[in-house]
């Protein structure tokens, strides 16, 4: 009798420039090579680098799936092995729930995000996966005012709301004695 595949899901979070969606698509490459068919999806709001592909700071990417609504990757990822989200602090609350199901019929789902946002509170459903994961990898930046890890991700503009897709044109990674 085959053994069917089991599932789980993976969080790397951390501030802004730590190399999180770097360790996100190095984690799906990896997958790849495994010859495992992976699915990687983004939010319709992060359209910094590339309309479609998820590109990280350095500049990596992978061709991804665009969406406004986590409720469709249930729907687009019915044959992937693997399941990726970028950006998954700008989903609504369903998404841990739905990511769980996911893993529980033996999807491996990685993810990844900011834990907090430039307020340095918990960022949209990212500390439920925290809670619901299997594995969680948190990643430091370097300080860019004196060079310790950086945690924490310093809103540079005076932009209202908790939501303000940007990069280094809007936000530093700090330490908490610079923050």
């Known amino acids: ?29 990896r997958a790849t090579h495994a010859k495992l068919k992976v699915h990687l999806f983004k939010p319709s709001c992060d359209d910094r680098y590339h ?15 665009v969406i406004s ?43 990844a995000g900011l834990d907090l946002d430039s307020n340095r509170e918990p960022f949209g459903p990212m500390s ?3 809670c ?5 990898t948190k990643l430091h ?3 860019v005012v004196c060079g310790n890890d950086a945690a924490f991700s310093k809103r540079l503009v005076d932009e209202s709301g908790t939501v303000c897709v940007g990069g280094s044109d809007k936000y530093e990674a700090r330490c908490r004695s610079c923050f």
């Open 1 to 29: 009798m085959k053994q069917e595949r089991q599932g789980w899901i993976e969080v790397v979070c951390g501030g802004m420039f730590s190399g999180k969606t770097e360790e996100l698509l190095r984690r799906l490459r």
């Open 51 to 65: 309309e479609t592909n998820v590109v990280s700071h350095a500049g990596s990417e992978m061709q991804a799936t």
């Open 69 to 111: 609504d986590a409720a469709l990757i249930q729907e687009l990822s019915q044959d992937a092995d693997v399941i990726g989200v970028d950006e998954v602090q700008f989903f609504d609350d369903r998404l841990p729930d739905m990511l769980q199901m996911l893993a529980d019929r033996g999807k491996r789902i990685v993810v």
């Open 128 to 130: 439920v996966l925290l």
């Open 132 to 136: 619901k994961a299997e594995r969680v």
């Open 141 to 143: 930046a370097v300080c």
